[in-house]
């Protein structure tokens, strides 16, 4: 498998655009993670899902940010309109039910998202 | 990260041994995790550990104590490529990862 696949890569954009970030997670897993990561706070868990339901999206900042997964092979985060401290990397993770305790999480390569 | 406390940096030899220590929270407590990521990529799995006791895995092994909310990653020979971040990470509750900031680590030659 390809593992789990993010893009872009790289989003630079202005204040006040919609931006629309993507992940396709390894095929067969149940599980999807989207994480924020920054120098001041390491990674936060923004919302996760399972069998393509939001189980938690406590952490997702406010109201301009939206995740959805119509399939178990796509997810996207939304933000809008976008502000210059969404400037971030931004990583999805997928995995499966191993076992009830352990789940290994594997990370894409994320998308580094630059707001002017 | 909330509840994970590890230092921030540590520096070490190339050849040597390392330990970086964590400690977490123990409400909650499902298992406790060691992630390794370098610069600019994304983070990737080291060891899991959910019982007491030390878990080896090459020239990395990880310890955990529940009573105490302590866990370990030591690195043996230490390689410049192992010159990284290492995020300690409790989960806690149904699936969800806790991480700590992480702990650079610079092997020097």
């Known amino acids: 498998d390809a593992g789990v696949i993010q893009s872009p890569r790289h989003e630079v954009t202005e204040m006040g655009q919609e931006v629309t970030l993507r992940c396709k997670p390894i095929?067969?897993?149940?599980?999807l993670f989207w994480y924020r990561q920054t120098m001041m706070r390491g990674l936060e868990l923004l919302i996760y899902f399972n069998n393509n339901v939001p189980i938690d999206d406590s952490g997702m900042p406010e109201d301009r940010f939206s995740a959805k997964m119509p399939n178990a092979s796509f997810s996207t985060l939304k933000i809008q309109p976008s502000e210059p401290r969404d400037s971030a990397v931004y990583f999805c993770a997928s995995s499966f039910d191993e076992d009830l305790t352990k789940n290994i999480q594997y990370f894409g390569a994320g998308t580094r998202l630059s707001v002017l | 990260g909330q509840n994970i406390d590890q230092p921030t940096e540590m520096t070490a030899t190339e050849g040597a041994i390392v330990q970086i220590n964590c400690t977490y929270q123990t409400s909650g407590f499902n298992g406790l995790f060691w992630y390794q990521q370098h610069a600019g990529e994304a983070p990737t799995f080291l060891s899991y550990?959910?019982?007491?006791g030390l878990e080896e895995k090459g020239r990395f092994s990880s310890f955990l104590s529940r009573s105490k909310g302590y866990s370990y990653l030591l690195l043996k020979e230490l390689q410049m490529k192992d010159s990284a971040s290492y995020l300690c990470?409790?989960?806690?509750?149904?699936?969800?990862?806790?991480f700590g900031t992480g702990t650079r680590l610079k092997v020097l030659a």
């Open positions: 990470v409790e989960s806690s509750g149904t699936y969800k990862y806790i």
């Open positions: 550990n959910v019982l007491d």
């Open positions: 095929s067969g897993h149940d599980y």
